[in-house]
């Protein structure tokens, strides 16, 4: 009998839907057998994160929620059967290795317990437990970047024999081994060129049809990449965790309370004359903001008026007085009502930045209160360098059928990991926001850059729009890489000085 079979089965006995238990019955039972959710995954076909959310009260549906509860059910008819280990046998023999894992060791749910030692990636000596994926030591201690020595002969009485080819003098020592975080992954662009190719042929060559398939992918395709670079990373993505209420929509088709401080800035007044304004776009606004300070796990409230930089997520504060507008936007955009706003960390980051000895242009805000967990800048790191590898690579190569399903992959990633029913695997309204505040910052960088460089800031729009006067070229590289700007259009604003004398004569 094949596997389906007996799972056909199991659909015959308990009709349309299988009964689960409950969320913290399944996390019990996955623990208690000492399954990683990487193990459970791969067996069910679906992804870690979506075992994530199972096990904090998601439901499955369909066959794979068959599935899962028979593998529930497998798991606590074996559990219930186990016979406890006699004394003898629990006892631990006095020269078992250092690295053996305790049976009662408190495990993330990406390790794994291997019953054969296999080679660490980060010093290749033998680990017992393997962390998405990959062998390694839970403990850095038990890393030896030194290879063990070899046993030694027993020293001979006699004289050693004189050396023949004695080293010379100015010959380097050779170098120790470099311990690295993780051994090199394997490029994961692959995933995203296989992709096109196979729509290619799917659809004989037609360019149009293809990039169109491809685009209607591009949520699955990307949450397939995160997973595939996320491979031996150090921190687990917790992908529906508890979400406050200021992080929930007010009704169904209105907001949060999250204030994303997006610019929608034009200057009031233009040096006299007439001028030449260029529009500029920055390329890649949301891809290069996935390098942001991402909380790791659940968000955790607290009060104070402290910032704490290892940790990120949302704050309520009271914005200080911007008085700038004449010649730059305010970094928290614009805004109608006064008083105290929830904002997220990066435009908490920029205007304590802001604030300080460095630029000196404001007061500091005045935290109320935050919600905010452990966070890293590189939680989207490899991530994000895929998407811009194969960006570059679809750019060099003008193949305008990759470079529009990247750019869909991680705009659509951005916009659908809030309260979306297009990606049910990650639901982070938080990391939504900071995203997007992020791209926000990163452009009213460039305005400050531009205004410090001596050019006229004349407008800052949305991620990606910034209209100079000046020669741009000598402050911004041009072209479509992500560290550079293209030009998206010239248009004349005032008045020459000529019209301005004749305009001035008719007014008297």
Request: aromatic share 4%.
């Given at each position: 009998?094949?596997?389906f079979d007996a799972i056909d089965s199991l659909l015959a006995e308990v009709g349309p839907e299988a009964v689960l238990p409950?969320?913290?019955?399944?996390?019990?039972?996955?623990?208690?057998?000492?399954?990683?959710?990487?193990?459970?995954?791969?067996?069910?076909?679906?992804?870690?994160?979506?075992?994530?959310?199972?096990?904090?009260?998601?439901?499955?549906?369909?066959?794979?929620r068959t599935r899962y509860a028979y593998l529930l059910d497998g798991l606590r008819a074996k559990l219930d059967t186990t016979a406890e280990p006699t004394t003898a046998e629990a006892e631990e023999p006095e020269d078992?290795?250092?690295?053996?894992?305790?049976?009662?060791a408190d495990l993330d749910d990406d390790v794994e317990v291997l019953a054969t030692p296999e080679p660490c990636v980060l010093?290749?000596?033998?680990?017992?437990?393997r962390v998405a994926g990959f062998a390694q030591h839970l403990d850095p201690a038990d890393c030896r970047t030194e290879p063990e020595p070899?046993?030694?002969?027993?020293q001979s009485k006699a004289p050693a024999a004189p050396a023949t080819h004695p080293r010379p003098s100015s010959a380097k020592p050779p170098k120790p081994p470099t311990r690295r975080a993780f051994q090199d992954q394997p490029d994961a662009t692959?995933?995203?060129a296989e992709a096109v190719q196979a729509a290619l042929a799917e659809h004989k060559g037609d360019i149009d049809a293809a990039t169109a398939a491809l685009l209607r992918r591009a949520i699955p395709d990307a949450m397939r990449l995160l997973d595939d670079t996320r491979k031996g990373a150090r921190y687990d993505i917790i992908a529906h965790p508890w979400i406050p209420d200021i992080l929930r929509k007010q009704t169904a088709k209105g907001a949060d309370q999250i204030w994303e401080a997006r610019p929608k800035w034009t200057r009031h007044e233009l040096p006299p004359g007439r001028h030449e304004v260029t529009a500029l776009d920055i390329n890649g606004a949301y891809l290069s903001a996935l390098k942001t300070h991402l909380p790791l796990g659940q968000l955790e409230h607290s009060a104070g008026f402290e910032h704490d930089r290892r940790r990120a997520g949302v704050h309520l504060i009271t914005p200080p007085e911007w008085e700038h507008d004449a010649v730059l936007p305010n970094p928290i955009g614009n805004r109608d009502e006064p008083g105290p706003l929830w904002v997220t960390e990066p435009t908490l980051r920029l205007l304590l930045r802001l604030s300080g000895p460095k630029y000196g242009l404001c007061d500091p805000p005045e935290i109320h209160e935050s919600y905010t967990s452990g966070a890293t800048e590189n939680l989207l790191e490899k991530f994000r360098i895929a998407l811009k590898d194969a960006r570059e690579a679809a750019l060099a190569d003008d193949d305008e059928v990759t470079l529009e399903y990247v750019k869909a992959m991680y705009s659509k990633f951005v916009s659908t990991m809030?309260?979306?029913?297009?990606?049910?695997?990650?639901?982070?309204?938080?990391w939504m926001h900071i995203i997007r505040s992020q791209a926000f910052a990163n452009l009213w960088m460039k305005a400050y850059k531009a205004h410090d460089e001596g050019l006229t800031v004349v407008r800052?729009?949305?991620t990606d729009e910034l209209h100079v006067i000046g020669d741009w070229r000598q402050v911004f590289a041009e072209g479509r890489g992500v560290t550079e700007v293209k030009l998206k259009d010239v248009y004349d604003v005032g008045q020459a000085e000529g019209d301005q004398d004749q305009a001035s004569q008719e007014e008297d």
């Open positions: 009998m094949s596997d409950e969320p913290a019955e399944r996390i019990r039972l996955r623990e208690q057998a000492r399954l990683s959710k990487t193990q459970v995954a791969r067996a069910l076909g679906v992804s870690p994160s979506t075992v994530t959310g199972w096990e904090t009260g998601r439901e499955p549906s369909g066959e794979v078992s290795p250092a690295d053996v894992v305790p049976a009662d010093c290749g000596h033998p680990a017992r437990t070899a046993p030694q002969a027993p692959h995933l995203i809030g309260e979306s029913n297009y990606n049910r695997e990650l639901y982070r309204p938080d800052a729009m949305g």
